[in-house]
């Protein structure tokens, strides 16, 4: 009686934890109260980068918060940035001003918490860049963070379908938002914890719609998407698989088995996979055969930032994923942060270091 008892009690919680997993995956409401923060309550901790919050609509409608975060440039610091080598027309003698370059860094964030709380981290960040920037041509750089349905003041319900589709409208209204005829955009993608699966599901889209964009012959009919210059994973979960197992070490203990029946996978060796298969794809196989332009399909260079005592993630995590990563030919540079804890690789100095001189690295040389 007593092992059936046992049994029962461990298949009813299986049942739960199946039938829970969204609630248990996507913690929007932890800790308590974090859907109702605003960004004023972190003000004094950013300054001096000021932040708004924006409202778009995911590809179903559904709406999103945006946290959008930059350091107010002043007119005269503008001008000078804007036009910093102007060249002269020799018939003329007028200054030929070169084209702006905007770098926005779209961060999308772990699975816990509200957006408004990681503004802090992200400010330092920011600041850093801008101490550390010496590419006059870059006018500005910018944060912007994505609030997935179901957190913080985004409508509906965490789903991995339906953050697939925020995470497209998201780049798809940065593209659309900061691109102008004036100015050359650059996109860096940054993803933590669970949003690093996010941004490695992201990009496998994204890049492959821009480069049908850029391969069709009706191109006057289609909005050219901006390039993603950079992709940065920080403390990455590698698939809900591996995470069942390191969260539960134990044999005996039949959670690490589940994996089957959860339909979250959020499994970035996948999509690293995908990206490759995709840049190894004959130029016969895109969406426009018959297009005569042959351009080269590259993938941006990744870099995988790990911290040291990572309480989440286990150690192996970010090396498999590298060993991955080189196995498929992708670009990739890997930081572990040391003394670093899940959350904490942008706040050492170290770890900032390293990830502004990724981004800023990211500015100079685009690749097609």
Same mark, same amino acid.
């Given at each position: 009686m007593f092992i059936g008892l046992l049994l029962g009690l461990w298949t009813w919680k299986c049942f739960w934890i199946i039938v829970m997993q969204n609630k248990l995956l996507y913690l929007s409401w932890l800790p308590p109260f974090t859907r109702s923060e605003v960004i *004023?309550?972190?003000? &004094?901790? $950013?300054? #001096?980068?000021?932040?708004?919050? /924006?409202?778009?609509? *995911? %590809?179903?409608?559904? /709406? +999103? &918060?945006? $946290?959008?975060?930059?350091?107010p440039v002043s007119h005269k610091d503008h001008k000078s940035v804007s036009n910093p080598d102007a060249l002269q027309n020799k018939d003329h003698g007028k200054p030929i001003p070169k084209r702006k370059k905007s770098v926005v860094i779209c961060y999308f964030q772990g699975n816990g918490g509200s957006t408004p709380?990681? +503004? #802090?981290? +992200? *400010?330092?960040? %920011?600041?850093a860049i801008a101490e550390t920037s010496r590419c006059a041509e870059v006018s500005q750089y910018t944060i912007a963070a994505l609030s997935y349905r179901g957190y913080w003041t985004s409508s509906g319900r965490a789903t991995q379908s339906g953050i697939e589709m925020d995470a497209q409208a998201f780049l798809n209204w940065i593209s659309e938002t900061y691109a102008s005829p004036e100015t050359d955009l650059e996109i860096v993608v940054w993803g933590h914890s669970l949003g690093a699966a996010v941004a490695s599901s992201a990009v496998s889209t994204y890049i492959a719609r821009q480069h049908e964009g850029r391969t069709s012959s009706n191109t006057c009919s289609i909005k050219l998407l901006a390039p993603i210059s950079r992709v940065i994973l920080e403390a990455p979960t590698s698939s809900i698989k591996d995470m069942l197992i390191s969260l539960y070490p134990q044999k005996w203990l039949p959670y690490r088995y589940l994996w089957p029946f959860s339909w979250n996978t959020w499994d970035i060796k996948a999509k690293m996979k995908q990206m490759a298969t995709w840049r190894d794809q004959p130029l016969s196989q895109i969406s426009n055969p018959g297009a005569t332009a042959s351009i080269p399909r590259s993938l941006p260079p990744i870099f995988l930032l790990s911290a040291e005592k990572d309480e989440v993630i286990p150690s192996y995590v970010p090396y498999q994923l590298e060993q991955h990563a080189n196995s498929l030919g992708l670009e990739i540079e890997r930081k572990d942060v040391l003394g670093a804890m899940h959350i904490e690789a942008p706040l050492k100095l170290d770890g900032r270091k390293a990830l502004v001189q990724f981004i800023l690295n990211g500015t100079s040389v685009l690749k097609t």
């Open positions: *004023s309550d972190y003000e &004094a901790e $950013c300054r #001096p980068v000021r932040w708004e919050e /924006k409202q778009i609509r *995911s %590809l179903d409608g559904t /709406k +999103l &918060a945006v $946290c959008e975060g930059h350091i709380m990681r +503004l #802090p981290i +992200l *400010s330092q960040v %920011l600041r």
